[in-house]
């Protein structure tokens, strides 16, 4: 089974930081990566589809990168309604979330 | 519009069985797949199989195999869980959700809380 590792699992930052959260999977899955943001109470959302393709609706200070095992999810210009947890998914075999990473107000 | 409604809540004996439920509206059911996914109370989120509408056959992630059965009722556009022989670890969120281009979920249900209590 592939394993996917992200860190921080936590992180505290202030309105207008720049975020970065990074992605490992365990062996290489090419671009099969996928980034989903979860508000307490709520599913997840889906972000960032195939490690940098920006979902229809998500604002630009979301952006995704990497290929092979290491990949980020960065937000540039962080909002208030950013505070959330995000998740990465490997969908090259089978389907695997890492644990996740909880951004909240410094 | 594509949308998925889950069952509500339940509360089971641990060694019982649930099923709960997903109703899709806006596309067929015979159409994409349909995921199930599992998130403990403050954990995250934890992949538990699919139903292939191509052939009906559901794939399962080895952590539940032999206890998940995942099924559906094309002539209601319904979706069905199963979990079998219930323990407190099984206190969770469960998430329905459908990979409609590739294969990342771009839609999701509203989650059914499923908890095991005596």
Redesign the interface.
Known sequence: DIQMTQSPSSLSASVGDTVTITCRASQSISWHLNWYQQKPGKAPKLLISAASNLQRGVPSRFSGSGSGTDFTLTIRGLQPEDYATYYCQQSYTSWTFGQGTKVDIK | EVQLVQSGAEVKEPGTTVKISCKVSGYSVTDYQM?W?QQAPGK????MGLLDPEGGKA?Y??NFQGRVTITADTSTDTVFLELSGLRSEDTALY?C?TPH??????Y????TLVTVSS
């Not at chain 2, 995250?44 to 992949?47: D, K, Q, R, T, V």
């Not at chain 2, 281009?101 to 771009?106: K, P, V």
């Open positions: 995921h996914v995250g989120l934890e992949w794939i992630a080895e998430y959700a281009e590739s294969n990342h979920f771009d999701w249900g509203q989650g």
